[in-house]
């Protein structure tokens, strides 16, 4: 079936640092991919996705392109804030069924020092 | 705009208690579902729907039922609890008709299980 791989953390980073988190996915045809984060005590937020292989999500800095020769959707920001601590999800929608599901990957806890 | 809404945002429970942990919607999306997040497990799928009157199973469905009488309201039950339900619980939901569409987190309800 569908999985996602994320790089487990926690990952901790200085202010202005470069952030990589890894993605990779496993999937019949060609899944649209997403990043969701979570703050604290918050539910999950829609943070970018892509449709199609090639295509490169953006939003508040962050960015992930959909590699379809490699099956990855690394996310990457050239600097990174405080404020992005949080946890990072990876996730794909799911073949068949449902048009909504999404499977996730087991989530990154981002914490940036000052 | 409200969005996605939960109650209770905490419960606690003693084993073989039964509760509904409710969600509403107010985008009038037809697709709703209900997953519990666990350290070191991501988010696993519970119970989805893709309108009134239509429910199905996700990943993890065993010890919990659904019901969807209305667009808006998707409550998830516990008929007799047990320690392994201890978890956060998200709701979610997605407008139909858009498969990339983005999927809408309540705050979550934090379950503990005596």
């Known amino acids: 079936g569908n999985s996602v791989t994320q790089m487990e953390g926690p990952v901790t980073l200085s202010e202005e640092a470069f952030l990589t988190i890894n993605c990779t996915y496993t999937?019949?045809?060609?899944?649209?991919l997403f990043w969701y984060v979570q703050y604290p005590g918050e539910g999950l937020q829609l943070l970018l996705k892509a449709t199609k292989a090639d295509d490169k999500g953006s939003n508040k800095g962050f960015e992930a392109t959909y590699r379809k020769e490699t099956t990855s959707f690394h996310l990457e920001k050239g600097s990174v804030q405080v404020s992005d601590s949080a946890v990072y999800f990876c996730a794909s929608r799911a073949d068949g069924g449902s048009q909504g599901n999404l499977i996730f990957g087991k989530g990154t806890k981002l914490s940036v020092k000052p | 705009n409200a969005g996605v809404t939960q109650t209770p945002k905490f419960q606690v429970l003693k084993t073989g208690q039964s509760m509904t942990l409710q969600c509403a919607q107010d985008?009038?999306?037809?697709?709703m579902s209900w997953y519990r997040q666990d350290p070191g497990m991501g988010l696993r799928l519970i119970h989805y729907s893709v309108g009134a009157g239509i429910t199905d199973q996700g990943e993890v469905p065993n010890g919990y039922n659904v019901s969807r009488s209305t667009t808006e309201d998707f409550p998830l039950r516990l008929l007799s609890a047990a320690p392994s339900q201890t978890s956060v619980y998200f709701c979610a939901s997605k407008g139909t008709g858009r498969r990339t569409g983005e999927l809408f987190f309540g705050e979550g309800s934090r379950l503990t299980v005596l």
């Open positions: 999937a019949t045809g060609y899944p649209s």
């Open positions: 985008m009038n999306h037809e697709y």
